[in-house]
C-alpha cells in the first residue's frame, strides 16, 4: 500500500521528465543565444575586426615571407643605386624607377620605401616582404574605415541602421584583403607599388573626412596639409594613383548631398594643384631617346581588347584560377590566315563574358532599391579603375592581375550594394555566400604565395599555368645557366627563339651558354650578329648594350684588347650612361696602360652619377693605384656615404691609414665596418691586426675571439639545416 503511494502514476513522471528536458534545453537555447549575440556584439568592436583584417592578411600571404628575389626584385631591391642610402631620397625623385628601360614609370616614393628596407634588412628579403604585407593589412584596415564612413554617412538609410553599413565595409575589406588576385602586388616584392598607391590615397581621403569634423582652424588645416601629403606621395607611388582623385571628387560632387558648393570648388582646385605638382615632378628625369613600341592596334581591335581584358577580370574576381604572370587576352599568331580563326574562337568566350559583366553592372546600377547609390558608386569605382587598364591607353601588357588591385574594391561594393536589396533571409545567405568565399580565397591565396619562394618555382609554375611567354622562357634558362646546366638553357632559350626570332636577350643568353659549352665560333657569330643588329634593335628592346659586352669580353679573353677597345668605345657612344660598359673600358685600359689612362673616363662618369657606388669604389682604386692618396680616401669616403652597408671602401680605407700609420683613425673605420657586417669574420680579423699594431693586444685577443666563433657556428649550421 505504502509502495504504491510512494511511486505515483507513470504519466506524471513523465510529464515530470519532459518539462524537465524542456526547461533544460530553453536554457541551453538562452545561454546559446547569449554566447552568440556576444560574440556578435564583439565582432561589431572596430578593434576586433582590424585584427581579423590583419590575422587574415598575414596568414593567406606568409609563404612568401621566405621568397628570394624573383624577376625584377634582383634590381629594384638588391642592385638598385637608389635604395643604398637616406643621402639618395631626394634624387630618387630625378630619375624613373628602371635606369636603363623604355618603361617611363615615376615611383619615387616605391624607392624610397626599398631605402628604409635596405637600412634595416640590408639584403636579407624576409624584410621586405613583410613590408609588403603590412603595406598590403595596412591599406585593408584603412579601406575598412574609409568604406565604413562613406557608407553611413552615404549609401545607407537611416532605418537600416549603421550596421549593415559597418558589416558590409568589414565583408568588403576582409575578401579584399585575401583576394588571390592581388598576389603579384604583394608577395612579389617589386609589386608593392600598388600597396604604397593605396596606403596613401585611402589615408588622404581619411584626413580629409576627419579634417571636416574638427572646428578649430589649426587642426582642420593640419589634416588638410597631411591629406595633400599623403595624395601626392601616392601619385609617386604608382600611376594608377590619378584614379583615386576622380573618385574623390566623384564622391564630393555626385554622392556627398550636405556638402557645400564652396567645398566642391575647393576640393577639386586642390586636387588639380596636385596633379600640376606631379605633372612639374614627372619633367625631373631625364627624356628617354627611345619610346616604347606601339602596338598599333586599330580602334575596332582595341574595343574587342576591352571586353576580353573585362571578362578576363570579371571571372578572376570570382573564379580566381590560373593565377600567373604574363597574361594576356591576345595571340597574334591566331590573326594571320583565316585557318588561325578558328584557334581564336575559344578566347572569345572571353568578349561575351566581358559584355555580361558591363550588362549587369549597368542593369544594377539602373535598378532601384535601397543599394543603388551604393551600386553605382561601385560599378562607377570599377570603371575608372578599370579605364586605365582596358587597353584604351598603350601599355606593355594586355592584361594583368595586379592592376586589378584598386578596381577589385569597386566590384566588390557594387556585389555588397546587390545584396543589401537582397529580402531578409537571402541577405544572411549572402553573408554566409561571403564567408564560403573568405575561406575559398584564403587557401588559394595561401597557395599561390608559394609560388614566389624560388625563382625557379616562380617560372616553372607560371610555365604550368599557361604563362609561357619570351620574358618567362629568359628567365628561366638564366636560372638553369647560373646553375651550370647549360643544355637545359640552351633548349628553353631555342624554343624562345623560335616564338620571338628577334629577341636580342635570348639571342645574347644563348650565345653566352654557347661560349659556355665550349662551342666558341657558335657563340661569337651570335655574339657578332646582335651587336650588328643593334642599331635597330635598341629601337624596340631595352639591354641591347650586353652583346657589344660580351663581345668585347671574349676579345679581351683572346687578348685582343685593341678590338674589345674598339667594341667598348663604340659601345660608350650608343650607351653613355651604361656603367657596365665604361668599367670593362676603363679596366682594360688600366690594365694595358696603368691607373691613368683609365682615370678620366671614370671621373667623367662619377663626377655626373655622383649617386654610383660602383663608380666611386672603381675611382677610389685608381687613386689608390696611382698614389694619390688623397682622392683616393675621398672618393671611397663617398662609396661608403652613397651605400650604409659598404665595407668594401671603409676597408679600403682602414688599409690605407694603416699604411700610412695612421692607427687611431684605422681603428675608428675599421670598427664602423664591424658594425656594418658583424657576422663577418673577415672583418674581425682586420680590426684585430689594427689593434695589434696598436699595442692593444687584449682587444686584438677579443676580436679574434670573435672570428673563431663565427667560423664555428658557420660550420654547424648545415648540421642545424
Not at 629594384?76 to 628602371?98: G, M, T, V
Not at 591629406?227 to 590619378?242: D, H, N, V, Y
Not at 572571353?350 to 535601397?370: C, D, E, Y
Not at 662619377?606 to 694619390?628: C, F, N, P, Q, V
Amino acid at each position: 500500500m505504502s509502495l504504491t503511494q510512494n511511486s505515483g502514476p507513470p504519466s506524471d513522471t513523465i510529464k515530470s521528465a519532459i518539462h524537465h528536458e524542456g526547461w533544460m534545453s530553453r536554457v541551453l537555447r538562452e545561454a546559446l543565444r547569449t554566447v552568440i549575440s556576444r560574440a556578435v556584439a564583439c565582432l561589431r568592436r572596430d578593434w576586433i575586426r582590424c585584427a581579423i583584417l590583419a590575422l587574415f592578411g598575414f596568414a593567406v600571404r606568409a609563404p612568401a615571407l621566405q621568397g628570394e628575389l624573383v624577376w625584377d626584385d634582383q634590381y629594384l631591391a638588391h642592385d638598385n643605386p637608389f635604395i643604398k642610402s637616406p643621402l639618395l631620397i631626394l634624387e630618387a625623385f630625378r630619375h624613373y624607377l628602371f635606369l636603363d628601360s623604355f618603361s617611363a614609370h615615376y615611383r619615387p616614393v616605391q624607392n624610397i620605401s626599398f631605402i628604409l628596407d635596405y637600412m634595416v634588412w640590408n639584403t636579407n628579403t624576409y624584410g621586405f616582404h613583410l613590408t609588403n604585407i603590412l603595406l598590403h593589412v595596412g591599406s585593408g584596415v584603412l579601406l575598412y574605415f574609409l568604406l565604413k564612413k562613406l557608407f553611413v554617412a552615404t549609401f545607407v538609410s537611416p532605418s537600416d541602421g549603421s550596421g549593415v553599413a559597418s558589416l558590409s565595409a568589414f565583408l568588403i575589406a576582409l575578401l579584399w584583403v585575401v583576394h588571390p588576385v592581388h598576389s603579384a602586388a604583394v608577395d612579389y616584392i617589386s609589386g608593392r607599388a600598388d600597396s604604397l598607391a593605396f596606403v596613401f590615397a585611402c589615408g588622404g581621403w581619411l584626413l580629409v573626412l576627419f579634417a571636416r569634423q574638427f572646428k578649430p582652424r589649426y587642426p582642420r588645416l593640419a589634416c588638410y596639409g597631411l591629406a595633400a601629403t599623403c595624395g601626392l606621395f601616392s601619385l609617386c607611388s604608382r600611376e594608377i594613383a590619378c584614379v583615386w582623385f576622380v573618385l574623390f571628387l566623384l564622391h564630393v560632387f555626385f554622392f556627398e548631398k550636405q556638402t557645400g558648393r564652396r567645398t566642391k570648388i575647393v576640393s577639386l582646385g586642390c586636387c588639380v594643384i596636385l596633379l600640376g605638382i606631379y605633372g612639374g615632378l614627372r619633367q625631373l628625369p631625364e627624356r628617354r631617346p627611345n619610346a616604347s613600341p606601339s602596338s598599333e592596334w586599330s580602334r575596332p581591335t582595341r574595343g574587342i581588347l576591352m571586353l576580353r581584358a573585362l571578362g578576363d577580370y570579371g571571372r578572376l574576381m570570382i573564379l580566381p584560377s590560373h593565377l600567373h604572370m604574363e597574361r594576356t587576352v591576345v595571340d597574334p599568331n591566331n590573326y594571320k590566315t583565316k585557318e588561325s580563326w578558328r584557334h581564336s574562337a575559344g578566347s572569345e568566350y572571353l568578349s561575351i563574358l566581358g559584355l555580361a559583366v558591363a550588362i549587369a553592372m549597368l542593369g544594377g546600377a539602373l535598378r532601384t532599391g535601397t543599394g543603388q547609390a551604393m551600386r553605382i558608386f561601385g560599378a562607377c569605382w570599377f570603371l575608372f579603375g578599370y579605364l586605365p587598364i582596358s587597353n584604351l591607353f598603350e601599355l606593355n601588357a594586355t592584361c594583368a592581375e595586379h592592376w586589378l588591385y584598386l578596381p577589385s574594391v569597386g566590384f566588390l561594393i557594387f556585389l555588397a550594394g546587390c545584396a543589401i536589396d537582397l529580402p531578409p533571409v537571402y541577405r544572411k545567405f549572402s553573408v554566409a555566400l561571403a564567408g564560403i568565399a573568405l575561406v575559398g580565397f584564403s587557401v588559394r591565396s595561401a597557395v599561390r604565395s608559394t609560388d614566389w619562394v624560388t625563382p625557379e618555382t616562380f617560372y616553372r609554375r607560371t610555365l604550368g599555368a599557361g604563362g609561357m611567354t619570351t620574358r618567362i622562357g629568359v628567365n628561366l634558362a638564366q636560372v638553369y645557366a647560373n646553375r651550370g646546366e647549360y643544355a637545359k638553357a640552351e633548349q628553353i632559350y631555342r624554343r624562345v627563339l623560335t616564338m620571338t626570332p628577334d629577341y636580342p636577350i635570348a639571342r645574347t643568353n644563348l650565345a653566352e651558354v654557347l661560349f659556355r659549352q665550349n662551342r666558341k665560333d657558335e657563340a661569337e657569330a651570335l655574339f657578332l650578329s646582335v651587336s650588328s643588329a643593334a642599331a635597330e634593335t635598341r629601337k624596340e628592346y631595352p639591354r641591347t648594350w650586353i652583346a657589344a659586352l660580351n663581345l668585347a669580353h671574349l676579345r679581351h679573353e683572346q687578348k685582343d684588347d685593341q678590338h674589345a677597345l674598339a667594341i667598348l668605345e663604340q659601345a660608350r657612344t650608343d650607351y653613355p650612361h651604361t656603367w657596365e660598359i665604361i668599367s670593362l673600358e676603363a679596366e682594360i685600359l688600366r690594365e694595358r696602360k696603368g691607373p691613368e689612362a683609365a682615370m678620366q673616363l671614370v671621373e667623367n662618369f662619377a663626377e655626373k652619377d655622383w649617386w654610383h657606388y660602383g663608380a666611386s669604389i672603381a675611382l677610389g682604386r685608381l687613386y689608390l693605384e696611382a698614389g694619390d692618396l688623397d682622392c683616393a680616401t675621398a672618393a671611397l669616403r663617398h662609396a661608403s656615404l652613397v651605400d650604409v652597408h659598404d665595407v668594401v671602401a671603409l676597408n679600403l680605407i682602414a688599409s690605407l691609414n694603416v699604411r700610412q700609420n695612421h692607427l687611431e683613425e684605422a681603428w675608428r673605420v675599421q670598427r664602423r665596418a664591424v658594425a656594418r657586417q658583424p657576422d663577418e669574420p673577415r672583418q674581425y680579423v682586420m680590426l684585430s691586426n689594427i689593434l695589434e699594431k696598436m699595442g692593444r693586444t687584449d682587444e686584438a685577443r677579443t676580436a679574434m675571439a670573435n672570428v673563431n666563433r663565427l667560423r664555428a657556428l658557420a660550420q654547424t649550421q648545415p648540421v642545424a639545416n
